[in-house]
DNA sequence: TCGAGCCTAGTTGCATACAACTTTTTAAAA
DNA sequence: TTTTAAAAAGTTGTATGCAACTAGGCTCGA
């Protein structure tokens, strides 16, 4: 691994963080200094970053950190509303036994957490999520879409994954990972694509819920699958 | 505009034109002597390509330009039988009236050229049908979805576009656009998209038989819209 | 007091030298 | 002859110094 590579990764756990804010400038030479690396790999991880739509280059004059709207979460969601069925839609011809078996476990410790509800748990049931939706996507053998995904989604491994859930919701989304295992079985791509896609739209409503509520700019990057 | 950016474009448009050939490796030294930069800004423009998927970084050993078989050109086509009609849907509810017109405009101009049956006649079809769906993509008002179809798309402003149509396919294809027209005045993004679609599938049939035929890897890229 | 032009501070853009790593070649030993 | 290890060549990865550019403040003039 280089250190333009774990630049990169310091820089954007950062930006989930909070650490930096949207809109403040990430400054080559500083950030060099203080992880004591020289402003090369800096250079490099920023330039990705920006290609992924984290910060934004203005052209002599730095790199931004962008700032989410409520109209950036919706277009995220609607672009996953197409893709993330087509993601199952392509699955359901090409995956395997072994992969099934491990979705059903993933399902099974899903709902085992269900049972508790402190953070602790919400916050694995968003970990282990994350883990089925990349098995799904794994499965649909296409390079090409799980990089559109990667790059839109942008799923932070960290927090706040399914807190805006309720309780009707959590379990509704449960169900979901299940009936999608049955459709994917059959190999009945259309079943599958037809619940992921009710799978992201109740996502969509209880992440846009909540951003009405609350801030926007953080919470927006959470974004649950 | 920086060296990076010069260098990137000369890069993409080698890769096009074939002067770079899949599987090839992108010596930074090499070329940075050749258009006399130093190996600072190639490499940003190589990162830069990586990023975009025109080739692949190899740690300690390089760049390696992509080749594109018979199954990616299927999967640029799945993606945009997503893609393109959602910018029509979206554009429906957005577009203004001097964007109409324009449209209308490279509607007529490709049109008459649809009279003459030449090579160049050919190639400004393909130039125009290149500005029609930027134009969508701009009344879309969605930079998510833009990014994503310039991503995936990869259309070269070169040669070869249309070129796979028959006529019948061609005056086809003209008949679509006047119809997507049509439905974005009346702002029915159903039914534009519904065109789009098959739009987007009919160039798919185009390219696929060219491709049955001929060679893959170049050709591929001049996937037309 | 207001505005235009200039200047200075600060940042990114680029060039170059060196370090690290990988592959290939070559030579020696089995 | 084959195998193995070492070394040598070639490439990318990183550090550093300088150049170019931008933004904000300052001075000078109206």
Redesign the interface.
Known sequence: M?AADRVYQIIKQRILNGWYTAGSYVREAAIGEELDYSRTPI??AL??LV???WVEAI?HHGARVVGWTQQ?VE??F??RV??EP?VVRRAAKRIHESQLGRLNDLANQMEALCQRSDEEAVDQIALLNNQFHAELVAAAE????Q??LE??VQVPVSRRSFHHYTREELLSSMQHHREIIRALILQEGEWAAAIMRAHILAARTAQMRQNKHGNCSNAARSAVR
């Open positions: 280089t250079r490099e330039r990705r290609s992924d739509g052209p950036d277009e995220v609607e672009l197409l893709l087509q296409s390079p090409r879409l990089r559109l790059t839109i």
